[in-house]
């Protein structure tokens, strides 16, 4: 995990002072008269109204992720969400001869693997059903592909029969050719392909990987559940990892002796992951419908799930108060006791202006450290710094336009939260620390 420098807080204070240093007019309104009757000295304020609701996730970019995700599970809250990978395949070695002594009908296939490392899970590990496809379309390396994203393949599964269902173990090592290795999701896939790349041994189309790319373009790896409420889970791999490939394992009849090839998954293929949430019936999709309705609860979930907007809409009220902010917090309760949907380790606080996302000026300046956003188990919550952000507003250096609150690393992170809304006796609030003068 990046670390960030620590700053000391007398720092945050005297720049806050610095934003404030300016004359006021005194104006007369209702945060305003509340605030009058305060003596000079630190108080707090966390009664300003915040407005809060649920939107979809805008795009994010889905290729060559450091952390790829495969699976489905069906969440009580937020319905059904799935993964599915699309990879290309690249020769461990040029001018590839499977029999280089005879032909290829000296080569007789024993058994096809295709296995990635498990990084993490998220849900519950029931059985799932893998799939996996030939693709028909080109993978172009360093291009830019999305979540939604989807290629063309043959429509021929290549799992082998009776090995598609897999229940998934990220707990336990294997035992691969005598080697204790990280747990890992293996398929076996029919021998067929294998045979497929022997008899091409000593072809151009085993030359090179420019020229296996166009002879096999690459596979796609999905799941095929019918999982109920409750039941499955996305799975993390680490497709970058060195036991991450397909491995074709083989012996030379004439020669009498087993080998295996391996075909790489690494940083030169490209790949993509394709994600789809259905929130049909949930009360997820209701609040998409309604956003009247994050009043009582709003919802943050990874993989390009969805987040929350949060509006603070009287803030500018405090523009002439006479007052200079010193800190200010804003503290999200989540609705979580216990369970395997666990919450968003951490958040992120994004401001919004001319149709972008853009950080903060706190998380700019002192860093995640500072502004905060991870979560806090024993209190169920999660906190923000962010000082610089309100004094800036009150400045109307930006607009006072709606803040988003999503997951970090949105798309190798498949956590969610439930957060209480403002009609909730655990509702969110802001919390300003202030000097009055």
């Not at 296995?115 to 029931?126: P, V």
């Not at 397909?246 to 992951?273: C, H």
Request: with cysteine.
């Amino acid at each position: 995990m990046r670390k960030y420098n620590k700053l000391n807080m007398r720092k945050v204070v005297i720049l806050s002072a610095l934003f404030f240093a300016v004359s006021c007019k005194k104006k007369d309104n209702f945060v305003g008269a509340n605030l009058q009757g305060d003596k000079l000295g630190v108080n707090v304020i966390d009664t300003l109204s915040l407005l809060t609701y649920t939107t979809k996730q805008d795009s994010i970019k889905a290729d060559e992720l450091s952390i790829s995700t495969l699976g489905s599970y069906v969440d009580p809250v937020f319905g059904n969400t799935s993964a599915s990978i699309y990879t290309q395949l690249r020769l461990s070695a040029d001018n590839v001869n499977f029999a280089p002594t005879g032909t290829s009908a000296d080569i007789e296939i024993d058994s096809v693997v295709l296995a990635f490392e498990i990084f993490d899970h998220y849900g519950t590990l029931e059985p799932q059903t893998f799939e996996v496809y030939k693709i028909t379309e080109d993978l172009i390396k360093d291009s830019t592909y999305y979540s939604n994203r989807t290629f063309l393949d043959d429509g021929l599964d290549l799992v082998e029969v009776g090995s598609s269902v897999i229940t998934p173990d990220p707990n336990n090592k294997v035992f691969v050719d005598g080697d204790s290795l990280n747990p890992q999701l293996r398929i076996r896939i029919d021998k067929s392909f294998g045979q497929q790349i022997v008899d091409e041994s000593g072809s151009s189309n085993l030359t090179n990987n420019d020229n296996f790319l166009q002879f096999i373009k690459g596979v796609y790896i999905k799941t095929n559940n019918a999982f109920a409420s409750g039941q499955g889970a996305i799975l993390s791999l680490d497709l970058l990892s060195a036991n991450s490939k397909m491995t074709i394992y083989y012996r030379d009849t004439v020669l009498d002796d087993t080998a295996s090839f391996d075909l790489l998954i690494n940083e030169n293929n490209e790949r993509v992951n394709n994600i789809v949430h259905d929130y049909s019936g949930t009360m997820v999709q209701n609040q998409l419908n309604d956003s009247t309705l994050g009043v009582n609860e709003t919802y943050i979930q990874g993989v390009q799930g969805v987040k929350t907007q949060v509006e603070i809409p009287n803030l500018l009220n405090l523009k002439d108060s006479n007052i200079i902010i010193n800190k200010a917090v804003l503290s999200l309760p989540v609705d979580y006791t216990s369970g395997a949907y666990t919450p968003n380790d951490q958040l992120l606080i994004l401001r919004n202006e001319d149709g972008e996302q853009l950080f903060i000026a706190d998380q700019l300046t002192y860093g995640l450290a500072v502004v905060g956003g991870k979560w806090n188990e024993d209190n169920s919550s999660y906190e923000f710094v962010i000082t610089r952000y309100i004094n800036n507003i009150l400045k109307e250096t930006y607009p006072n336009n709606m803040l988003s609150i999503e997951t970090a690393s949105s798309m190798v992170t498949p956590n969610r939260a439930v957060l209480f809304g403002t009609g909730s006796a655990n509702k969110p609030k802001l919390t300003l620390t202030y000097t009055k003068y």
